[in-house]
């Protein structure tokens, strides 16, 4: 891992840096290239805009670790009106939430609870539920809260990360039960006891992965097969795989972050792949920020050429 790299991801837990670097003017204008604004309705007006060009949204209030079950309540409720709303905007545009943001290190059941309840909602209103990874002290819990909620009803899917090494066994277990799987790398900084520690080995692990994704026994449990990444040569490996091996473009979905990779979406919507952009928004944008950053460092000169050219 690149010292750039770790130093942006300890940054990324930094209370103090979170309480005032987000106040800095230079750095909510930075921001601005990940996020349409802090809001609901900017995220909207955003999967507005994607949904003309034939890209369908997902959307995520930021905001993780919560702490304070009231304000794990609030959060639960927010996504339950949030997923009515997009369904009465007409807009085609799924929930993707983190467990902790539910109150996971309260409570399991607790979170638990509000997932269930979200997914309930989900299900009712035509969408599905996407459940985010977090570090690797949370991939048990995570997979436990979703294999229960798949047990209760379908339309549900995890996160997997590539770049963990227990990651191959868990997608055969989400595969045989039917459960949605959106594979990436990969954001958090983890140790080489729980992550394969070089880049080059994460994308070839990420391309055996996609290819069981892709396999037969996968596609007959019905679980959606979708590629969490902007690695465009990675994405046409894993193209040229599914038309060589005759899978159906209507099987898979590739699915990226707004505001990166914006011509390589467009491109594949006009080519007629499955692709969805996730819409991030909330107040607490920080950490998710810093992740941000630390996946391509050259991101550090935009937020450098802001403070210059605009301050
Ligand atoms: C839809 C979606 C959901 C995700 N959900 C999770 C999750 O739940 N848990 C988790 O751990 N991670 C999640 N991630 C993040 C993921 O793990 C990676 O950190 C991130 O996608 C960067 O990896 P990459 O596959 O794009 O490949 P990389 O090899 O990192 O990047 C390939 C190319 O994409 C471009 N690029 C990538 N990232 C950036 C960036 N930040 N800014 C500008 N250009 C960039 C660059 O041109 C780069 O060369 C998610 C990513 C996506 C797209």
Redesign the pocket.
């Known amino acids: 891992m690149s010292l750039a790299r770790t130093l942006l991801l300890k940054a990324s837990d930094s209370t103090w840096l979170r309480e005032h670097g987000t106040r800095a003017p230079f750095v909510r204008r930075a921001v601005s290239r ?1 996020m349409p604004g802090e809001t609901f309705d900017d995220m909207l007006g955003a999967a507005r805009a994607t949904a003309v060009q034939g890209i369908g949204g ?1 959307f995520t209030r930021l905001g993780e670790n919560v702490k304070d079950a009231a304000e794990a309540n609030t959060v639960a409720a927010h996504y339950v009106e949030a997923v009515t709303r997009v369904r009465g905007a007409g807009l085609d545009c799924e929930p ?1 939430i ?1 467990l902790t943001q539910l109150g996971l290190d309260i409570d399991r059941e607790f979170a638990l609870g509000h997932a269930r309840h979200l997914a309930r909602a989900a299900r009712e209103a035509g969408s599905f539920l996407w459940v ?3 570090q690797s002290p949370y991939v048990d819990q995570t997979l436990e809260i979703v294999r229960r909620l798949r047990e209760e009803g379908p339309r549900v899917g995890v ?1 997997l ?1 590539a ?1 963990l090494l227990r990651t191959p066994e868990d997608l055969d277990d989400m595969i045989e039960r039917g459960i949605g799987v ?1 594979l ?5 900084k983890e140790p080489p006891t729980v992550a394969v520690p070089l ?1 080059a080995d994460v ?1 070839e692990q ?1 391309f055996r992965l996609a290819q069981r994704m892709l396999g037969a026994p996968a596609r007959a449990t019905g679980g959606r097969a ?1 590629f ?5 040569r ?1 994405i046409a490996r894993i193209r040229e795989h599914a038309m060589a091996t005759d899978v159906p473009g209507p099987h898979y979905e590739f ?3 707004y ?3 914006r011509e390589e979406q467009l491109r594949l919507a006009r080519d007629g792949a499955l692709v ?3 819409i991030a928004y909330g107040p607490y944008w920080f950490p998710w920020y810093m ?6 460092p ?2 550090v000169w935009f937020v450098a050429k802001n403070l210059v050219v605009r301050s």
């Open positions: 990940f997902v993707s983190k985010d990874m977090e996160c990360q770049y959106r990436v790398k990969g954001a958090y880049k994308d990420y979708v969490g990444t902007h690695d465009i990675l699915h990226m972050l505001g990166i990779q969805r952009v996730l992740r941000r950053l630390a996946e391509r050259a991101n």
